[in-house]
């Protein structure tokens, strides 16, 4: 099993955290999908790949989507079971999708699409959706304008060499599609208010924590929770980020 498939699944050991912690996606994303989906959600046949715990899957749903969510790291799996049991799931990678030949009008990976093979993962894709689907893949950024986040990524980078979290680079991403391949990217942005204990336990979700030694990570984000009480005594804060959204119609 290589790194990159260890990293995609270490998320299993923390489901539970990583489904109350992590930040969801603002309504506007999904205006902005439909936009370029050229159709409502509502009724539309979705593809959610590396749904996770279901974060996007639920908005998704609630949009009036049906969804089917993929899925491979099982405790994640579970968490997405109990929170939307009227939701089909299949266990699998995203860069084999066990899904039939233009099953679907829409496929999103949210946060996902930088665990898979582009090589792999994107005829997959394209072989499921339908003629004139739209392939939608997006990331929730720190918005690094922000002084205090900047601060934050620096502190991480000092630390483990990557501000990114072990997502993707907050300084330019590679999402790996074909230059020849016509695409077209949005950028949505959009701030939740949190407390600082929950801002922590996003931050200790991410790929790059859940790797490293528990005592070294555990020291880390006690240091920094010293930092940011500080910064922000009341103990909330504002968490500021940009969906950085890639869409890619089926056929363009």
Known sequence: ??????????????????????????PALFDTVEE???RPLRGARVVDVGAGTGIATRSLRERGAL???VEPGPSMADRLRR?????????????????????ADLITYAQSW?????????????????PGGTLALWWNVSDGSVPWI???????????????HGA????????GLPASLESVARRVPWTRRVTVDAHLA??????????RDERDSEAFLATERAELLARFPDGTLEEAYVVDLTAVVNGS
Not at 86 to 96: K, N, S, W
Not at 202 to 211: T, V
């Open 67 to 69: 969804v089917t969510a």
């Open 168 to 175: 993707h680079s907050a300084h330019g991403r590679d999402d």
């Open 36 to 38: 370029l989906a050229g």
């Open 150 to 164: 900047a601060e934050q990524g620096a502190r991480i980078e000092a630390w483990a060499g990557d501000s990114a």
């Open 202 to 211: 996003n931050l200790g979700s991410h790929s790059l924590f859940q790797m």
């Open 83 to 103: 929170t939307l049991p009227g939701v089909p799931l299949v266990r699998a990678f995203g860069d084999a999708l066990p899904i039939a030949d233009g099953r």
């Open 1 to 26: 099993m290589g790194d990159m498939t260890l990293r995609a699944l270490s998320f299993d050991a923390v489901a539970d955290q990583y489904d109350t912690a992590r930040p969801g996606y603002p």
């Open 114 to 130: 930088h665990w898979t093979d582009p090589a792999r993962s994107l005829p997959e894709a394209l072989r499921v959706l339908r």
